[in-house]
Nanobody, 121 residues
């Protein structure tokens, strides 16, 4: 099993910043990709961004158009942790943010419990 523990959500004013963290653990944990989804009230869950590791050290980031240039995903290999730095936040970024892990390269098999991000205008 894989456990994902998210932290860093909260309330922030529009234009502000927040950083989310997601620590992964588990006896069978293997890391191919880690990333974030979000779900706003009354809307479907949507992809935010992800990183994919290569040769264990370098990684490649991928972002949704709506957050590109404002959000940055990074990873800490030693801690099996992924971060989502969110800048220039907008009210439409208000959502529950979920950390996800893909261990095989084919699907997001594990999801965190979600952390609430609220941006006030």
């Amino acid at each position: 099993q894989v456990q994902l523990v998210e932290s860093g959500g909260g309330l922030v004013q529009a234009g502000g910043s927040l950083r989310l963290s997601c620590a992964a653990s588990g006896r069978t944990f293997r890391r191919y990709r880690m990333g974030w989804f979000r779900q706003a009230p009354g809307k479907e869950r949507e992809f935010v961004g992800s990183i994919r590791w290569s040769d264990g050290f370098t990684y490649y980031a991928n972002y949704a158009t709506s957050v590109k240039g404002r959000f940055t995903i990074s990873g800490d290999n030693a801690k099996n942790t992924v971060y989502l730095q969110m800048n220039s936040l907008k009210s439409e970024d208000t959502a529950v943010y979920y950390c996800v892990v893909d261990q095989t390269g084919s699907s997001w098999g594990y999801w965190g419990q979600g952390t609430q991000v609220t941006v006030s205008s």
